[in-house]
């Protein structure tokens, strides 16, 4: 991906296909998880029409080496529900991803959950200057077989990511919400990101 693969995204976005994308890679070997994790935005949905044909010949946009060594098990269609880009430039390369997976089959849970609880929660987290930014993504179709929304938390560097429990019970302190919405929460995934050269 380094050498060859992020060259064919940039060539996509530069194309207008994509808007924009991401590459996240685990920090640990873990069966029950993803190794690496692609998070494609297209302008518009006609684009995503253009990106099935892709599909066909490279799933997941992956070149055929690749393929032989990772094949993409899931595709999530989902929507942007909520985020915030960093305020001022930063190195990604330096960013750590802590990725958050919720069961939620039901919207309206999801959302009281999103409002009350995720994004008052990474809004203080990015007051308190230990993260770069976020997104909050729900899936477009309900029954999605791993996750009904997913939080993606960009910490500022690894000094950043060590104050997490710190800050974390600072804020959670002065959050009120439905503690049994809270159990939707998954196993987190820690996670670096690719950065084009």
């Known amino acids: 991906m380094n050498e060859y693969g992020i ?29 690496a994790m692609a998070v494609l935005s297209f302008p518009s949905y006609a684009q995503i029409a253009r990106w099935k044909d892709i599909e066909r010949a490279s ?28 305020g001022q430039p930063h190195n990604a390369g330096q960013s750590v991803f802590f ?7 039901n919207g309206s849970d999801f959302r009281e959950l999103l409002n009350s609880w995720i994004v008052p929660q990474a809004k203080a987290s990015m007051q308190e200057g230990i993260l770069a930014g976020y997104q909050v993504f729900k899936t477009r179709y309900p029954g999605a077989k791993r996750w009904q929304g997913l939080l993606v938390l960009e910490y500022k560097d690894f000094d950043s990511f ?27 995934i820690i996670a670096d990101a690719l950065v084009p050269r």
Do not use: C
């Open 7 to 35: 060259q064919r995204f940039e060539h996509w976005k530069q194309d207008g296909l994509l808007s924009d994308y991401r590459f996240l890679f685990n920090w640990y070997v873990d069966v029950d998880a993803w190794d």
């Open 59 to 86: 799933p997941g946009g992956l070149m055929r080496d690749a393929l032989d060594m990772a094949w993409p098990l899931n595709t999530y269609p989902s929507d942007l529900v909520s985020s915030a880009d960093p």
């Open 99 to 105: 990725v958050v997976p919720y069961d939620n089959p």
């Open 162 to 188: 060590s104050r997490r429990d710190e800050v974390n019970a600072k804020i959670r302190s002065q959050l009120n919400t439905n503690p049994a919405l809270r159990t939707a929460e998954r196993e987190p």
